[in-house]
C-alpha cells in the first residue's frame, strides 16, 4: 500500500502541539511500519530542508514542491483545485493529513485527516485577523466532510466535529497522542539540573507554565491568580509544614512559551502585578530542556480556557510534579482525578487550588502518584499502531 502524509506542519521554526504530534507520530509509524510505502509531502519556495526531519528508511520517501505558499494554497488548491497531490507524489492509496490545511486530491484517492481541536471555531476572538481569514478561507466544516475518515485526539474533540461539522460519527475515531518517553522523575542531584537553572536563570522555588503565549491559554488569569496566591500565602490556614516550605524562599512563577499572537496584555498583567520581579518569562524551551525544567517546578499550571488534547500536563505528571488545570474542553477527559481540576474564569478558583496544592505534602504526593500511573495511558506506540490500522481500513 501507498500513503502520502502531508508534513508541511514540519516546517515550523519552534514546534508546539501539531508538530509535535507529527513528528512523533510519523517516527514511530516508520519505525513499527517498514512494509507499506511512505509519500511525504511539503511545499516551500525557500529552502528549509534543514527543518525537515530526516526518516531513515528504506520505505519513507520525502517529496517537495516550490510553489510561493499562498499562491498554491489561495490560486492553485482554491481556485483550480489543481495540482492533485496523491498525482505529484506518484500515485497514492491513501493520504494522511495530521492537520487541516489547503490541500487538492484526486477523488479515488482515499482521506484521513486529524482534528485536534476547533477552538477557532468556539472562540475567534481570541485569533488574530489574519489566522481568521485562514480559518474562513479553508472552511474546515467544508473540508472534512472531503475525508473517508476523521481521527480526533480526544473524545471531547470528537464530539465537537460531530456536532459542529455534522460529521456522522461512524466516519470518527478518537485515538489519544502519546508523550515523549523521555519525559520522566529525574534525580535534582544531576548536575544537568545546575545548568538548566542557569541557562534560563531560574529561581529556587517556582511555579511553571509552558505553552505558547496566546490569549486561549489564559495567561493572564494565572497571573492574576498567582498574584492573589502569593497575598494569602501566609495565613492562619498554613500548616507548621507549609509555612516550613515557605520559609526556604518564595514562590515565584515561571511562564516558559513561544510569543504567538495577541501577547501583549500578559506582560501588561504580569508589570501590574506587585510581585512582577518574582515572574520570569524564559521564551521557547528547547525541548531537551523541557525534562529539568518540569522536575524543577513546584506546581504545574495549565488554566487553559480550551485544549482538544494538552500535551504539557501530562509531560509535566510524567516528570511527577504536581497539576492544576482546567475543567474544561478536553482536559477533564486526558486528565481526570489525577491533577486538581479548577474554574478558568475564576482566578479565586485557581488561587486557593493553588495554596491547597503548595501547602499540603501528603496532597502533593497523592497527586504525583496519580499522575504517574495516569501518564502511563499515552504512548506513541499504541498512538501509531491504531493510526496505522486505520491506513489499512480504507483500502
Known amino acids: 500500500m501507498k ?15 501539531v508538530s509535535i504530534y507529527t513528528l512523533n507520530l510519523l517516527q514511530e509509524i ?20 534543514e527543518r525537515i526531519p530526516k526518516f531513515d528508511y528504506p520505505n519513507v520517501e520525502i517529496i517537495h514542491t516550490k ?8 490560486i492553485l488548491f482554491k481556485i483550480f483545485k489543481r495540482p492533485k497531490i496523491d498525482k505529484i507524489l506518484g500515485g497514492v492509496d491513501v493520504f494522511f ?3 487541516f490545511n ?22 475567534p476572538h481570541f485569533f488574530n485577523t489574519r489566522q481568521n481569514f485562514w480559518h474562513s478561507k479553508i472552511n474546515v466544516k467544508k473540508l472534512l466532510r472531503k475525508f473517508d475518515k476523521i481521527i480526533t485526539v480526544s473524545e471531547n474533540t470528537k464530539i465537537d466535529v460531530q456536532n459542529i461539522c455534522s460529521i456522522p460519527e461512524k466516519n470518527i475515531q478518537a485515538i489519544y497522542s502519546g508523550i515523549d518517553k523521555n519525559l520522566k522523575v529525574f534525580n535534582k542531584d544531576d548536575s544537568d539540573f545546575n545548568q538548566v537553572r542557569q541557562k534560563y536563570n531560574l529561581p529556587e522555588r517556582f511555579i511553571f507554565y509552558l505553552g505558547n503565549l496566546e490569549p486561549r491559554k489564559n495567561i493572564e488569569g494565572l497571573i492574576e491568580s498567582y498574584t492573589l496566591y502569593r497575598n494569602n500565602e501566609i495565613g492562619d490556614f498554613i500548616t507548621p509544614e507549609a509555612r516550613e516550605l515557605a520559609s526556604k524562599g518564595k514562590m515565584s512563577l515561571v511562564i516558559a512559551g513561544a510569543q504567538s499572537w495577541k501577547y ?29 525544567l518540569y522536575n524543577l517546578a513546584s506546581l504545574f499550571m495549565f488554566p487553559s480556557f480550551y485544549e482538544g488534547f494538552g500535551f504539557p500536563p501530562l509531560e509535566a505528571m510524567a516528570c511527577g ?22 474554574n478558568p474564569y475564576d482566578i479565586n478558583e485557581i488561587s486557593g487550588a493553588m495554596s491547597q496544592v503548595l501547602n499540603n505534602k501528603d496532597l502533593q504526593d497523592h497527586l504525583i ?9 499515552y504512548n506513541w506506540q499504541k498512538c501509531a499502531q491504531e493510526v496505522i490500522e486505520s491506513f489499512g481500513d480504507m483500502v
Open 369 to 377: 502518584e496519580k499522575g504517574l500511573k495516569k501518564v502511563k495511558n
Open 102 to 123: 489547503f490541500i487538492s486530491l484526486s477523488k479515488k484517492c482515499k482521506k484521513i485527516i486529524t482534528v485536534h481541536d476547533l477552538s477557532f471555531i468556539h472562540f
Open 97 to 99: 493529513m495530521p492537520h
Open 67 to 74: 510553489y510561493p505558499n499562498k499562491f498554491l494554497n489561495y
Open 264 to 292: 501583549s496584555g500578559i506582560y501588561d498583567t504580569a508589570k501590574q502585578s506587585k510581585y512582577s520581579e518574582d515572574i520570569y518569562f524564559i521564551d521557547y524551551v528547547d525541548n531537551k530542556d523541557k525534562v529539568y
Open 3 to 17: 500513503i502520502g502524509i502531508d508534513i508541511r506542519s514540519l516546517m515550523d521554526k519552534q514546534y508546539s502541539g
Open 321 to 342: 510534579t504536581p497539576v492544576i488545570a482546567s475543567n474544561t474542553s478536553s482536559l477533564p477527559e486526558i486528565i481526570g482525578s489525577a491533577g486538581i481540576l479548577v
Open 30 to 49: 516508520f519505525r513499527q511500519d517498514q512494509i507499506n510505502q511512505y509519500k511525504l509531502f511539503y511545499n516551500s519556495y525557500h529552502d528549509v530542508s
